[in-house]
């Protein structure tokens, strides 16, 4: 499994990024996908999910907020994350697994894509 993350950046309060997930090793197309972020001296916590039906999953902080969204002819995943707040920042991770999977017990994280959310 080979999950790279891209996308984060320096961003104003109030502004967007996008961020993408390429995914390899795996059938994309199966898998329900989730991101998740890990807060500067906080755990992990999981942000969104899609399922392979399509629906989705947010976290009550980022709900009318973010998108996720993906492409399985490309093996792809995205978050689209508009009006970011401070608290947004963090390293965003993609992952394999439904955003209900016990995030304490995943332990195949990628590099990540850093966000940072100030003026």
């Known amino acids: 499994v080979r999950l790279v993350e891209s996308g984060g950046g320096l961003v104003q309060p109030g502004g967007s990024l996008r961020l993408s997930c390429a995914a390899s090793g795996f059938t994309f197309s199966a898998s329900a996908m989730s991101w998740a972020r890990r807060a500067p001296g906080k755990g992990f916590e999981w942000v969104s999910g899609?399922?392979?039906?399509?629906?989705?999953y947010y976290e009550d902080s980022v709900k009318g907020r973010f998108t996720i969204s993906r492409d399985n002819a490309k093996n792809a995943v995205y978050l689209q994350m508009n009006s970011l707040k401070p608290e947004d920042t963090a390293i965003y991770y993609c992952?394999?697994?439904?955003?209900?999977?016990?995030?304490?017990?995943?332990?195949?994280w990628g590099q990540g894509t850093q966000v940072t959310v100030s003026s």
């Open positions: 899609i399922y392979t039906d399509g629906s989705t």
């Open positions: 992952a394999p697994v439904r955003p209900d999977y016990p995030i304490k017990q995943y332990k195949y």
